[in-house]
């Protein structure tokens, strides 16, 4: 049964920083899309970054130049480096994986931006 476990989430006041990290519990995980994802509120999730299996990356426009995904294959992880953190940025952070049907999430971790 895959797993991807998030951590990392916390308090931060404006213009702080985090790091996310999602361990993950899958067969081949190099051939895995990464992504990060992020539910504020009353809101739809969105698609906040993710990574290819080829290290490609892709980034919201509300947060390209802030956050940096990467990954490790050795340590089947994914990391959201976050930095200029804005109000605007709270939200639970979900990561996923994704590889042809498969597809899985993990439960989240709250990040919130307040002073």
């Known amino acids: 049964q895959a797993q991807l476990v998030e951590s990392g989430g916390g308090l931060v006041q404006p213009g702080g920083s985090l790091r996310l990290s999602c361990a993950a519990s899958?067969?081949?995980?190099?051939?895995?899309?990464m992504d990060w994802y992020r539910q504020a509120p009353g809101k739809q999730r969105e698609l906040v970054a993710n990574?290819?299996?080829?290290?490609?990356?892709n980034y919201a426009g509300s947060v390209k130049g802030r956050f940096t995904i990467s990954r490790d294959n050795a340590k089947n992880t994914v990391y959201l480096e976050m930095n200029s953190l804005k109000p605007e940025d709270t939200a639970v952070y979900y990561c996923?994986?994704?590889?042809?049907?498969?597809?899985?999430w993990g439960q989240g971790t709250q990040v919130t931006v307040s002073s």
């Open positions: 996923n994986a994704a590889w042809i049907a498969r597809s899985y």
């Open positions: 899958v067969s081949f995980f190099r051939m895995y899309t």
């Open positions: 990574i290819t299996s080829g290290g490609s990356t």
